[in-house]
C-alpha cells in the first residue's frame, strides 16, 4: 500500500547518512520544489545530502529557498560518487539525465514518484500514480515522519502542487491537493505571488519564440489533431532559453474540436523532442511510452532521433491512429 511505500521511504532517509538528490532533465516546478523538500527533510533528520541536476534551475524557480544549492553539474562537476541516491519526479531512469555519473555502482536507490509510466528502477520506490505531483506524496511524507513545516519548505511543495496541475485547473487538482494547498497557505505561503511568478509572468523572449511557434500552427483534416513547432533558429532569433517553451503546447491544445495538441523542437540536427497534451480521448502517455519517452495520460512527452519534416507527419499518423 501508499502506506507501506511511506514506510519505506521513511527507513530509507533514516538508514544513511550521505545522500544524492536528484531530478529530471530539463527540470519543472515539481522537480525543482521536490528536490528542495527532500534536502529540507535531510537537514531536518541532520543529514548530509547534495542537490544535483543535470542543467541550469528554470530562473523564475530561483527565489525559492536554497534554489541556489542546487548544483548544475554542467558548471560545476562534483569529485566523488554517492551510495545513497534519492529521485524525485522521474519517470523512468534515463529522465535523471548525466547525474547518473555520480552514483556509485550498485548504488541505493529511493524512487519517489507520481508518473504512472514509472517502472519501480528504485531499491526503494515511493509511487503514487495518482498524485498531483511528487511534491503531493512528500507532503505526506514530511507529515508522517513529524518533520516541521515552515513558510519556505511550504512555499516549495506548493509550487510543486501549483505548477504540476496548471494552477489547480487539470484533473489531478483531487480534493486532497486542495487540502493541502489549503494547509500550506496556512503555514504563510502567498498563493497569488506564487501564481504570477511561475504562471502568469512572462520574459520578453518567451512571447516572441510563442509568437514565432503560433505561427507554425497546422491541424490534420478532422481538426482533431493541433501542432506547432520550433527549430533551433526560432530559439537563436529570440533568445529563448528552452523553459521558454513551456506552456506553449497548450496553445494547439486548446482549440475547440482539438483532442492531442502537440509541441515539436528540433534540439539538434538529428533530435527531436516531442510534447503531447491530450483533452482526454487519447492516453498520450502510452503513446510517447511507445516512442521510448512517458508522463501522464493528459501531458506526456518523449524524444525522438530524426528531423522535423520526418517526425511531424510520423507522429501525427501515430495519434489519429488512437482516435
Ligand atoms: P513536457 O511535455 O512538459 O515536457 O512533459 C509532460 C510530461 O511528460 C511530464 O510529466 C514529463 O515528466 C513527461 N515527459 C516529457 N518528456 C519525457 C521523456 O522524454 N521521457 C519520459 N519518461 N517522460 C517525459
Ligand atoms: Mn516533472
Ligand atoms: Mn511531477
Not at 541556489?68 to 541516491?85: C, G, H, T, W, Y
Not at 482526454?280 to 524524444?303: E, N
Request: glycine letters at 8%.
Amino acid at each position: 500500500t501508499y502506506e507501506q511505500a511511506l514506510q519505506q521511504g521513511k527507513d530509507f532517509l533514516l538508514e544513511h547518512d550521505d545522500y544524492l538528490i536528484v531530478s529530471h532533465v530539463q527540470p519543472d516546478g515539481d522537480a525543482v520544489s521536490s528536490t528542495l523538500t527532500v534536502g529540507w527533510l535531510l537537514s531536518c533528520l541532520g543529514k548530509k545530502f547534495t542537490m544535483l541536476n543535470e542543467g541550469p534551475i528554470p530562473q523564475r524557480m530561483h527565489f525559492l529557498w536554497h534554489a541556489d544549492q542546487i548544483v548544475n553539474m554542467s558548471e560545476q562537476p562534483l569529485d566523488r560518487k554517492f551510495n545513497a541516491v534519492i529521485c524525485v519526479d522521474c519517470a523512468d531512469f534515463q529522465r535523471v539525465g548525466l547525474t547518473e555519473n555520480y552514483f556509485a555502482e550498485n548504488a541505493a536507490i529511493l524512487n519517489i514518484d507520481h508518473h504512472p509510466t514509472n517502472n519501480g528502477y528504485g531499491s526503494v520506490n515511493v509511487i503514487k500514480p495518482d498524485a498531483a505531483a511528487t511534491a503531493e506524496i512528500l507532503f505526506d511524507l514530511l507529515e508522517m515522519m513529524d518533520v516541521p513545516v515552515d513558510q519556505a519548505v511550504a512555499t516549495a511543495i506548493y509550487t510543486g502542487l501549483l505548477t504540476d496541475t496548471g494552477g489547480f485547473r487539470y484533473s489531478s487538482t483531487s480534493p486532497k491537493v486542495m487540502a493541502a494547498a489549503s494547509r500550506l497557505l496556512g503555514y504563510g505561503v502567498d498563493g497569488p505571488h506564487l501564481a504570477e511568478t511561475l504562471l502568469e509572468g512572462m520574459t520578453l523572449s518567451q512571447v516572441k519564440v510563442l509568437k514565432r511557434a503560433l505561427d507554425t500552427l497546422a491541424l490534420s483534416e478532422d481538426g482533431k489533431v493541433a501542432w506547432v513547432y520550433v527549430t533551433p533558429e526560432d530559439m537563436i532569433a529570440t533568445g529563448a532559453a528552452n523553459e521558454d517553451l513551456e506552456g506553449i503546447v497548450n496553445y494547439p491544445r486548446n482549440i475547440h474540436g482539438v483532442e492531442v495538441g502537440i509541441l515539436f523542437k528540433q534540439i539538434n540536427d538529428n533530435a527531436v523532442k516531442v510534447s503531447m497534451r491530450s483533452a482526454g480521448k487519447v492516453d498520450v502517455a502510452a503513446l510517447a511510452h511507445a516512442f521510448g519517452g512517458g508522463g501522464h495520460v493528459r501531458a506526456a512527452g518523449c524524444r525522438l532521433d530524426g528531423r522535423l519534416d520526418e517526425i511531424i507527419p510520423r507522429m501525427v499518423e501515430q495519434v489519429r491512429a488512437e482516435l
